[in-house]
C-alpha cells in the first residue's frame, strides 16, 4: 500500500474524515489501484501515529460506499469496481431469457411494467453519483438522536395504544398536529377528518386515482413534470394530456385547448417541479374555476413548500376558495426522510368515506409508531425548529452551489439563485444535448439528470437538475469540479 497519506493535525476536520477523504482520494486517482490489499487497521494505525479508532472508522465509512471489499480484521481490498463507475441502476428485474414465454399477467400489470420501463433509465441517474442527488434532505442533518429519544419514550410510555391503533385514516392525534399546521402555515381549509394520513404522497396520488379516474380518462400534467408521478397515472391507465409550464406556471388556457374535458389536473403550485415556477394567482383561478364548471378535480401536490428562501410561503390552492375541488397532498419525505414513508392526503368531507375504503383495501394504514413519534416531533415544537435549520443550511449550500458553479462551469452551464426547492436548473449551451451532458456526468460519478427527461412534448433549452440540499459542502466543490471537466 504505497500512498502517501499526510493529516493535518491542525484542521479543524477530524482526523478519521481526513483519513478516509486521503485514502478515498487515492483510490478514485488510482494510486491506490482495484484489488490491492490495505495495511491492517493495527498497523496504519501504526505507521500514522493514530488510534486504531480512527482508523477504523474511516475504512468502515469506506467499505460502506464501497470503495473498499472485505472485512475489517480479515483483509480489505480496494473494490474492483468503484462507485462512481458501477452502472448507475442495476437491473432489478433480470430479463426473461430467450424464447421463453412471458408470464400471463393483467393488462394492468402490462400498462404499468410500460410505466416503469420508460422511468427507470432516469431514476437511475438520480440514485448514483456522489453529488448532485435530487429530491432528497440530507441524511446527516436527520435529527437522529432525537428522533431515537422521542421513539424509545413513546415505547415505554403507550405501546399498548400504540398495537391497538387501527384507524385507516391514521393515528387521531397527529391528523389534529397536521389539521392546526395546514391550516396556519398553508391555509388549508381542513378538519382533521378529512386528513389521511399516509405513505408518502406516491400513494396519495395513487389512491386519487383508483378512486377518481377509469382506464382512458384524460389528465393534465405539467410540462416539464413529476415523472414519477406520471408514471402512477399511467400505471392506472390514464390518459396523460401534457400542459406547457410558463412563467406563470402550468397554462391553464393551453390545458382546455388541449383537453377541456380532463378529470383530473394535477399541479405543483408552490414550487413546480422542475422549474421552481410558483403559479400565479391568475392561473390558480382560473384553474379552480374550471374543475368547478367541468366537475373535474385538482391534485395540488404541496411537497417542499417548506423551503422558500425569499419573501413569505404563498397559501396553498386548496384553501384559496370555500369548497375547492382540490385534493392536497403534502409530505416528511422533504423535511425528514422519504425513507420514513409518512404523507398526508386531504380530501374533501364528501370523499372521505370513499379513501378510506380506498385505503382499507390496500393496506389498511400507515405504521401506527411512526406516527406517534412524528406527532410528538411536531407538537413538542420539533418539527418547526427542524425546518427553520434545514432552510438554513439549504440555503448556505444553495449560495455554495452556485457561487463554485458560477467560477468553475463558466459558459459551460448558466445558474443563478432559485427562491424555493431543493436543486437548480444549470442551463446548458443551446448547442449541447442534455442527456449526453447527463451521461457524461455520471460516467464521472455525478448525479446530474436532464430537463428533457421531465419532458413530455415540450421542448426547449438543455438543462441538468442539480440537488444541493443532500450534499455536504465539500463534495459541493469536489462536485463541481468534476462536473466541469466531464462537461469539457
Ligand atoms: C414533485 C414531487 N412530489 C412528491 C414527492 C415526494 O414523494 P413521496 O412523499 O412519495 O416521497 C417528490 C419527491 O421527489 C416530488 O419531487
Given at each position: 500500500?504505497?500512498?502517501?497519506?499526510?493529516?493535518?493535525?491542525?484542521?479543524?476536520?477530524?482526523?478519521?474524515?481526513?483519513?478516509?477523504?486521503?485514502?478515498?482520494?487515492?483510490?478514485?486517482?488510482?494510486?491506490?489501484?482495484?484489488?490491492?490489499?490495505?495495511?491492517?487497521?493495527?498497523?496504519?494505525?501504526?505507521?500514522?501515529?493514530?488510534?486504531?479508532?480512527?482508523?477504523?472508522?474511516?475504512?468502515?465509512?469506506?467499505?460502506?460506499?464501497?470503495?473498499?471489499?472485505?472485512?475489517?480484521?480479515?483483509?480489505?481490498?480496494?473494490?474492483?469496481?468503484?462507485?462512481?463507475?458501477?452502472?448507475?441502476?442495476?437491473?432489478?428485474?433480470?430479463?426473461?431469457?430467450?424464447?421463453?414465454?412471458?408470464?400471463?399477467?393483467?393488462?394492468?400489470?402490462?400498462?404499468?411494467?410500460a410505466a416503469h420501463a420508460g422511468l427507470?433509465?432516469?431514476?437511475?441517474?438520480?440514485?448514483?453519483?456522489?453529488?448532485?442527488?435530487?429530491?432528497?434532505?440530507?441524511?446527516?442533518?436527520?435529527?437522529?438522536?432525537?428522533?431515537?429519544?422521542?421513539?424509545?419514550?413513546?415505547?415505554?410510555?403507550?405501546?399498548?395504544?400504540?398495537?391497538?391503533?387501527?384507524?385507516?385514516?391514521?393515528?387521531?392525534?397527529?391528523?389534529?398536529?397536521?389539521?392546526?399546521?395546514?391550516?396556519?402555515?398553508?391555509?388549508?381549509?381542513?378538519?382533521?377528518?378529512?386528513?389521511?394520513?399516509?405513505?408518502?404522497?406516491?400513494?396519495?396520488?395513487?389512491?386519487?386515482?383508483?378512486?377518481?379516474?377509469?382506464?382512458?380518462?384524460?389528465?393534465?400534467?405539467?410540462?416539464?413534470?413529476?415523472?414519477?408521478?406520471?408514471?402512477?397515472?399511467?400505471?392506472?391507465?390514464?390518459?396523460?394530456?401534457?400542459?406547457?409550464?410558463?412563467?406563470?406556471?402550468?397554462?391553464?388556457?393551453?390545458?382546455?385547448?388541449?383537453?377541456?374535458?380532463?378529470?383530473?389536473?394535477?399541479?405543483?403550485?408552490?414550487?413546480?417541479?422542475?422549474?421552481?415556477?410558483?403559479?400565479?394567482?391568475?392561473?390558480?383561478?382560473?384553474?379552480?374555476?374550471?374543475?368547478?364548471?367541468?366537475?373535474?378535480?385538482?391534485?395540488?401536490?404541496?411537497?417542499?413548500?417548506?423551503?422558500?428562501?425569499?419573501?413569505?410561503?404563498?397559501?396553498?390552492?386548496?384553501?384559496?376558495?370555500?369548497?375547492?375541488?382540490?385534493?392536497?397532498?403534502?409530505?416528511?419525505?422533504?423535511?425528514?426522510?422519504?425513507?420514513?414513508?409518512?404523507?398526508?392526503?386531504?380530501?374533501?368531507?364528501?370523499?372521505?368515506?370513499?379513501?378510506?375504503?380506498?385505503?382499507?383495501?390496500?393496506?389498511?394504514?400507515?405504521?401506527?409508531?411512526?406516527?406517534?413519534?412524528?406527532?410528538?416531533?411536531?407538537?413538542?415544537?420539533?418539527?418547526?425548529?427542524?425546518?427553520?435549520?434545514?432552510?438554513?443550511?439549504?440555503?448556505?449550500?444553495?449560495?455554495?452551489?452556485?457561487?463554485?458553479?458560477?467560477?468553475?462551469?463558466?459558459?459551460?452551464?448558466?445558474?443563478?439563485?432559485?427562491?424555493?426547492?431543493?436543486?437548480?436548473?444549470?442551463?446548458?449551451?443551446p448547442e449541447m444535448d442534455d442527456r449526453?451532458?447527463?451521461?457524461?456526468?455520471?460516467?464521472?460519478?455525478?448525479?446530474?439528470?436532464?430537463?428533457?427527461?421531465?419532458?413530455?412534448?415540450?421542448?426547449?433549452?438543455?438543462?441538468?437538475?442539480?440537488?444541493?440540499?443532500?450534499?455536504?459542502?465539500?463534495?459541493?466543490?469536489?462536485?463541481?469540479?468534476?462536473?466541469?471537466?466531464?462537461?469539457?
Open positions: 500500500m504505497a500512498t502517501s497519506l499526510v493529516l493535518d493535525a491542525s484542521s479543524q476536520a477530524p482526523l478519521h474524515r481526513q483519513l478516509y477523504e486521503a485514502l478515498r482520494a487515492s483510490i478514485v486517482a488510482g494510486r491506490l489501484s482495484p484489488g490491492t490489499r490495505l495495511l491492517s487497521t493495527r498497523a496504519l494505525a501504526e505507521q500514522l501515529d493514530l488510534s486504531r479508532n480512527t482508523v477504523m472508522n474511516a475504512y468502515t465509512q469506506l467499505l460502506a460506499e464501497g470503495y473498499l471489499v472485505g472485512q475489517l480484521g480479515s483483509g480489505t481490498y480496494v473494490a474492483r469496481e468503484l462507485p462512481e463507475r458501477r452502472p448507475a441502476q442495476r437491473a432489478l428485474i433480470r430479463p426473461p431469457s430467450k424464447g421463453a414465454s412471458p408470464p400471463p399477467i393483467s393488462k394492468r400489470g402490462t400498462t404499468m411494467a427507470s433509465a432516469t431514476l437511475g441517474l438520480i440514485q448514483s453519483g456522489m453529488a448532485f442527488r435530487l429530491g432528497t434532505p440530507s441524511v446527516d442533518a436527520f435529527p437522529s438522536e432525537l428522533w431515537g429519544r422521542l421513539l424509545h419514550r413513546r415505547w415505554q410510555r403507550s405501546w399498548r395504544e400504540v398495537l391497538s391503533h387501527q384507524d385507516p385514516r391514521g393515528y387521531l392525534p397527529l391528523r389534529q398536529a397536521l389539521a392546526d399546521y395546514l391550516a396556519t402555515s398553508r391555509g388549508v381549509r381542513c378538519g382533521p377528518e378529512q386528513v389521511l394520513i399516509v405513505n408518502g404522497s406516491q400513494q396519495a396520488i395513487s389512491m386519487v386515482a383508483q378512486v377518481l379516474l377509469d382506464p382512458g380518462d384524460a389528465v393534465w400534467v405539467e410540462d416539464p413534470g413529476y415523472i414519477v408521478a406520471q408514471g402512477v397515472l399511467k400505471a392506472a391507465g390514464a390518459t396523460l394530456v401534457h400542459v406547457p409550464v410558463d412563467e406563470e406556471g402550468l397554462n391553464v388556457e393551453a390545458a382546455i385547448r388541449l383537453s377541456p374535458n380532463a378529470r383530473l389536473a394535477t399541479v405543483t403550485p408552490s414550487s413546480q417541479f422542475p422549474l421552481g415556477i410558483t403559479l400565479s394567482h391568475r392561473r390558480r383561478l382560473e384553474l379552480l374555476q374550471w374543475a368547478e364548471r367541468s366537475n373535474a378535480w385538482v391534485f395540488e401536490d404541496d411537497y417542499d413548500s417548506e423551503y422558500r428562501y425569499v419573501g413569505r410561503p404563498l397559501a396553498c390552492l386548496q384553501g384559496l376558495t370555500p369548497d375547492a375541488r382540490v385534493l392536497y397532498t403534502g409530505t416528511f419525505s422533504k423535511v425528514l426522510t422519504p425513507n420514513l414513508r409518512l404523507g398526508y392526503l386531504v380530501v374533501p368531507e364528501a370523499l372521505v368515506e370513499t379513501f378510506v375504503a380506498a385505503r382499507i383495501f390496500s393496506d389498511f394504514q400507515s405504521a401506527p409508531l411512526e406516527q406517534a413519534v412524528l406527532t410528538d416531533f411536531i407538537t413538542e415544537g420539533h418539527f418547526s425548529r427542524h425546518v427553520r435549520r434545514m432552510r438554513t443550511l439549504y440555503a448556505e449550500r444553495q449560495a455554495l452551489l452556485v457561487e463554485e458553479a458560477r467560477r468553475e462551469l463558466a459558459g459551460l452551464i448558466d445558474i443563478g439563485p432559485a427562491d424555493t426547492g431543493m436543486h437548480l436548473l444549470g442551463w446548458l449551451p449526453t451532458a447527463a451521461e457524461r456526468a455520471a460516467a464521472a460519478g455525478i448525479s446530474a439528470p436532464p430537463l428533457s427527461a421531465f419532458r413530455g412534448q415540450s421542448s426547449g433549452r438543455g438543462a441538468l437538475l442539480l440537488g444541493y440540499a443532500a450534499v455536504p459542502e465539500r463534495d459541493i466543490s469536489e462536485g463541481v469540479r468534476r462536473l466541469a471537466q466531464a462537461l469539457r
